[in-house]
């Protein structure tokens, strides 16, 4: 199964208005990304929040990490158009000797004109 | 542009046939791994080559093989393909051998097998 999980499936939003997506992941991490993929295209890194970091910013970006809750959450302000994509969380998991990043479903950013 | 160049883009096959997907890493980066996202999966990591050594392993079906070349391009092999093999395949690339930091995400390649 996933190892994250990204939370609404679906957001639509006016632009302008603020966007916030959820993540949530099952084991302990070494850290947590954020990517972004415009529709059937290949996937952008935006940030990288380490396990002990709670909070980064990037721009207009905005990501939290609580990892007693084993959560994240990624914001985006002022939404534009052009942030119309879908956002993925991927998470690397602590320890073992397979390393590899493992993403979430997506949540599927609308950003209306 | 992240530097990742994947060739073909678009790929269209039968079922049983043998398909080879072509990846380019960034220049300078040793690790090339490979994905594969179809709806009902989504991302799913499949392997990950090192400077020309399998590193690390995901869900990769015995009818598909990797291998990464001197030159540091990889190649995946796709063979007796099932109508369920119809997804994009991404290569991404990184410089170190931990798949810890950014990773960078070639445009990928479409496969549909009919």
């Known amino acids: 199964s996933q190892q994250g999980e990204e939370d609404p499936q679906a957001l639509s939003i006016q632009e302008g208005e603020n966007a916030t997506m959820n993540c949530s992941y099952k084991t302990s991490i070494n850290n947590l990304q954020w990517y972004r993929q415009n529709s059937g295209r290949g996937l952008v890194h935006l940030i990288l929040i380490r396990s002990n970091e709670r909070e980064k910013h990037s721009g207009r970006l905005r990501v939290t990490l609580d990892t007693s809750k084993k959560s994240s959450s990624l914001l985006i302000t002022a939404s534009r158009a052009a942030d119309t994509a879908s956002y993925f969380c991927a998470t690397d998991a602590l320890g073992g000797s397979n390393y590899k990043l493992t993403f979430g479903k997506g949540t599927l950013l609308t950003v209306n004109p | 542009d992240s530097g990742v160049t994947q060739t073909p883009k678009h790929l269209i096959t039968a079922t049983g046939q043998r398909v080879t997907l072509r990846c380019s890493p960034r220049s300078g980066d040793l690790s090339v791994y490979w994905y594969q996202q179809s709806l009902d999966q989504g991302l799913q990591f499949l392997i990950q080559y090192y400077n020309g050594e399998e590193r690390a392993k995901g869900n990769i079906l015995e009818r598909f093989s990797a291998q990464q070349f001197p030159d540091l391009h990889s190649e995946l092999n796709l063979s007796s393909l099932e109508l369920g093999d119809s997804a994009l395949y991404f290569c991404?690339?990184?410089?170190?051998?931990?798949?810890?930091?950014?990773?960078?995400f070639g445009p990928g390649t479409r496969l549909t097998v009919l």
């Open positions: 991404a690339s990184s410089p170190g051998r931990l798949s810890r930091g950014e990773q960078f």
